[in-house]
């Protein structure tokens, strides 16, 4: 089974990946600040690496003897004051994979993201516009890049078990919210599916209460 290393995995989409793959029998890798408790990744048996994703060589590091077939998933993103990881995060990690030479990658951003812009309420502009803003950078560094990609752009965010009914939207508007074990679990289904390749996917779940 392909190994895997998530970024973002202290929290959020990200320790929902991680937990999911590991039930599913995976090896999981995971990039962690010095500042981030481990305990929660560590009890599921994930390999936890310590370094910050705005080091490029410590990204580099974490993906250092990884066999090649190694799958990564980066759900790295903050909405609140300084944004760069939104950006320069996931640059770090989408040129450090290309130099470790492993192929597929999955980037979770966010509804708003790129061509999905317009569709942002003018709220959620003044909200987290400048955050969304960045990864579309991200995006677009990763669509310039010559890995097998996917984009992730989930709604508004809920914990919470997975209810098993989330949307995925291309090339359409979209609105609503998501709980995070449904975005993870879209994100691991899509490694598996070549089809997933180079598209960028909106997942919403009307099943969500707000």
Same mark, same amino acid.
Not at 48 to 59: E, Q, S
């Given at each position: 089974m392909r190994g895997l290393i998530v970024f973002g995995a202290s929290r959020g989409v990200g320790l929902e990946v991680a937990g999911q793959a590991r039930a599913q029998g995976r090896a999981v890798r995971a990039l962690l600040r010095e500042s981030s408790d481990a305990s929660a990744l560590e009890a599921i048996g994930v390999d936890?690496?310590?370094?910050?994703?705005?080091?490029?060589?410590?990204?580099g590091a974490a993906l250092a003897g990884l066999p090649a077939d190694t799958d990564v998933v980066t759900t790295l993103g903050s909405f609140g004051p300084g944004v760069s990881v939104d950006y320069l995060g996931n640059r770090n990690v989408i040129d450090?994979? !290309?130099?470790? =030479?492993?192929k597929r990658l999955v980037l979770v951003t966010s509804l708003g993201?790129?061509?999905?812009?317009?569709?942002?309420?003018?709220?959620?502009r003044k909200g987290f516009g400048g955050a969304v803003r960045e990864k579309t950078l991200a995006e677009a560094w990763l669509r310039t890049s010559g890995l097998e990609h996917t984009i992730i752009r989930p709604g508004g965010l809920r914990d919470g078990p997975a209810l098993g009914s989330p949307q995925r939207?291309?090339?359409? !508007?979209?609105? =609503?919210?998501?709980?995070r074990a449904d975005v993870a679990a879209v994100v691991l289904d899509c490694l598996v599916d070549p089809a997933t390749i180079g598209r960028a996917i909106s997942v919403v779940d009307p099943a969500c209460p707000a």
């Open positions: 936890v690496v310590r370094g910050d994703a705005l080091d490029a060589d410590a990204v450090a994979t !290309e130099r470790a =030479g492993l993201g790129s061509e999905t812009w317009p569709h942002l309420s003018e709220r959620s939207i291309e090339n359409a !508007e979209a609105h =609503g919210f998501v709980r």
